[in-house]
């Protein structure tokens, strides 16, 4: 059955997903391929936008409430807060460098590769981090007053990518989920990066990559969806 952590768990498990094509155009700088750079920006566009916009806005409303009810977490909450920031500002220098790149700028391989390499690895722990230490305290702690407040936080959120109203400029980057998706169905032939990154992820993360029942409506984020039909 939906309910908000599972729509929580959803986003973070779309996020990882497009964190896993990332790191697989990365480990193209290592092999004779070349990296696909528009795709590798689209992935940052999206990141820099829907989730900085909209899921952590949320985030930060629910690690306030939650820091209410049990202040021994106002610390671990407080470096996940200041995390978004981190996040936000790397994709922003990292969307900036790979726009260089695409534009004819001649910009070092190695160079992109570090910053990307940075923001993967960062992003990657700071999620891990929330799936780990917040997700099962909110799920225990936070009462339905408390939800909605969390959905009224950032409403409005169109998910421009795995909302069924998708942007026509991430066309490509749907092509290439539904791929991974399709591989990933294929026994023994699921992507390693796939695997590698569900390692970083706890258990409850892993369970909710497969909850297709959890998604939104059309172009509705989770939690603002939930409001919408009162189950928080
Ligand atoms: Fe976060
Ligand atoms: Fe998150």
Same mark, same amino acid.
């Given at each position: 059955?939906?309910?908000?952590?599972?729509?929580?768990? !959803?986003?973070?498990?779309?996020?990882?997903?497009?964190?896993? +094509?990332?790191?697989?155009?990365?480990?193209?700088?290592?092999?004779?391929?070349?990296?696909?750079?528009?795709?590798?920006?689209?992935?940052? @566009?999206?990141?820099?936008?829907?989730?900085?916009?909209?899921?952590?806005? &949320?985030?930060?409303?629910?690690?306030?409430?939650?820091?209410?009810?049990?202040?021994?977490?106002? +610390?671990?909450?407080?470096?996940?807060?200041?995390?978004?920031?981190? +996040?936000? %500002?790397?994709?922003?220098?990292?969307? $900036?460098?790979?726009?260089?790149? !695409? @534009?004819?700028?001649?910009?070092?391989?190695?160079?992109?590769?570090?910053?990307?390499?940075?923001?993967?690895?960062?992003?990657?722990?700071? +999620?891990?981090?929330?799936?780990?230490?917040?997700?099962?305290?909110?799920?225990?702690?936070?009462?339905?007053?408390?939800?909605?407040?969390?959905?009224?936080? %950032?409403?409005?959120?169109?998910?421009?990518?795995?909302?069924?109203?998708?942007?026509?400029?991430?066309?490509?980057?749907? $092509?290439?989920?539904?791929?991974?998706?399709?591989?990933? &169905?294929?026994?023994?032939? @699921?992507?390693?990066?796939?695997?590698?990154?569900?390692?970083?992820?706890?258990?409850?993360?892993?369970?909710? !990559?497969?909850?297709? @029942?959890? !998604?939104?409506?059309?172009?509705?984020?989770?939690?603002? %969806?939930?409001?919408? $039909?009162?189950?928080?």
């Amino acid at each position: 059955m939906s309910d908000p952590v599972s729509h929580w768990h !959803t986003e973070h498990a779309n996020f990882s997903r497009l964190l896993d +094509i990332l790191e697989k155009q990365l480990d193209a700088f290592h092999g004779a391929g070349q990296p696909n750079y528009d795709l590798m920006v689209d992935i940052v @566009s999206y990141l820099r936008h829907f989730p900085d916009l909209h899921h952590h806005p &949320r985030e930060d409303a629910a690690f306030a409430l939650l820091a209410k009810h049990e202040p021994g977490m106002e +610390i671990p909450l407080q470096r996940l807060r200041q995390e978004h920031r981190v +996040i936000a %500002a790397a994709g922003d220098d990292l969307l $900036r460098t790979l726009s260089e790149v !695409t @534009s004819g700028a001649v910009i070092a391989r190695a160079a992109v590769e570090a910053i990307a390499a940075m923001y993967l690895v960062y992003y990657r722990h700071h +999620i891990a981090s929330e799936e780990k230490e917040v997700l099962p305290r909110a799920a225990k702690l936070l009462t339905p007053g408390d939800w909605r407040a969390v959905a009224a936080a %950032a409403p409005g959120g169109r998910d421009p990518l795995f909302g069924n109203e998708s942007e026509a400029g991430y066309r490509e980057l749907r $092509r290439h989920i539904a791929l991974e998706r399709e591989r990933s &169905r294929i026994p023994g032939a @699921s992507p390693p990066h796939r695997a590698r990154s569900a390692e970083r992820l706890s258990p409850n993360a892993l369970a909710s !990559t497969d909850r297709g @029942s959890a !998604t939104p409506p059309p172009g509705v984020c989770g939690w603002q %969806a939930l409001g919408a $039909r009162g189950l928080i």
